[in-house]
DNA sequence: ATAGACCTTAATGTGTACTTGAAGGCAAGC
DNA sequence: GCTTGCCTTCAAGTACACATTAAGGTCTAT
């Protein structure tokens, strides 16, 4: 398939799957005679994951660094192992961070319904359920 | 407390409050006699909770918005409402993401003590068919 | 009273992640 | 043969979220 029709399948812009190319977050793309990029299935799934990955917040530079090891064939385990694992903490992080944002949200969406009450007092909920559950771990 | 201490007390910039005070992502900031910031725990906590949201990704612009709303006294409540909700939604699917994003770490991280036969033997199965077909043409 | 450490505003610079524009090639339809 | 519509590369432009610099004020200690 073209180019346009992996944006179209993706939702990835023509002009960002070259530049995830060029940035080698994807592999190289094979050619047709004339020079356009024919891209296959095992692209759009490697775009998709790019999508994925950046939609969760990893940059440019991790997520190639990352890649790299992925694709590695020398057996650099021990390597690879810390950087997923320093990875994962970065994003449960990230997941209990958005967590308790949503815990935030739906109080306040709980609460319209009775009456307008002050940020402050919100706050301050907040603060004494998140010491609670802290408490509970 | 000056903006200095406040910067300490938050891990944000110094720079990063006051451009947080110029966009309104927190209140304005009582001034000294001499005119500088006089910062206060209701102020950093509110640094607090930018930098939390602004962690799960939320751009500032929406950031504002939502704050707005937050601090409205209007009560326009049925829209209100309806704004929240939709961005309880977006942060629900995203920390959905996050978390598949983080089962796919922990997965390939479970297997690395076995040996290497993740997500890595898929792809290269994927390659392997893709080299194969390259042949066949 | 001069240095050093803090503060102020306003303007400009920076890095990231693309997007857009320029200039041109190839193939199909009118 | 010219337009349309896709493609190419390369360079330059853009938006966001600050960071940095300039030019100056205030406070405290030596």
């Given at each position: 398939?073209?180019?346009?029709?992996?944006?179209?399948?993706?939702?990835?812009?023509?002009?960002?799957?070259?530049?995830?190319?060029?940035?080698?977050?994807?592999?190289?793309?094979?050619?047709?005679?004339?020079?356009?990029?024919?891209?296959?299935?095992?692209?759009?799934?490697?775009?998709?994951?790019?999508?994925?990955?950046?939609?969760?917040?990893?940059?440019?530079?991790?997520?190639?660094?990352?890649?790299?090891?992925?694709?590695?064939?020398?057996?650099?385990?021990?390597?690879?192992?810390?950087i997923?694992?320093?990875?994962?903490?970065?994003?449960?992080?990230?997941?209990?961070?958005?967590?308790?944002?949503?815990?935030?949200?739906?109080?306040?969406?709980?609460?319209?319904?009775?009456h307008?009450?002050?940020?402050?007092?919100?706050?301050?909920?907040?603060?004494?359920?998140?010491?609670?559950?802290?408490?509970?771990?």
């Open positions: 398939m073209n180019i346009k029709e992996a944006s179209e399948k993706t939702g990835v812009s023509s002009a960002a799957i070259r530049y995830y190319e060029k940035e080698s977050l994807i592999p190289e793309i094979d050619r047709t005679e004339v020079g356009n990029r024919d891209i296959d299935d095992r692209i759009i799934r490697r775009i998709t994951f790019v999508t994925q990955m950046r939609a969760v917040g990893m940059s440019i530079d991790s997520l190639r660094r990352y890649i790299q090891l992925f694709d590695a064939q020398e057996d650099n385990t021990k390597e690879q192992k810390a997923l694992q320093e990875q994962l903490a970065v994003m449960e992080e990230k997941r209990d961070d958005l967590q308790s944002a949503i815990d935030h949200l739906n109080y306040k969406l709980n609460h319209f319904y009775d307008m009450e002050t940020t402050e007092e919100e706050l301050r909920e907040l603060e004494r359920q998140h010491a609670e559950k802290k408490a509970n771990q």
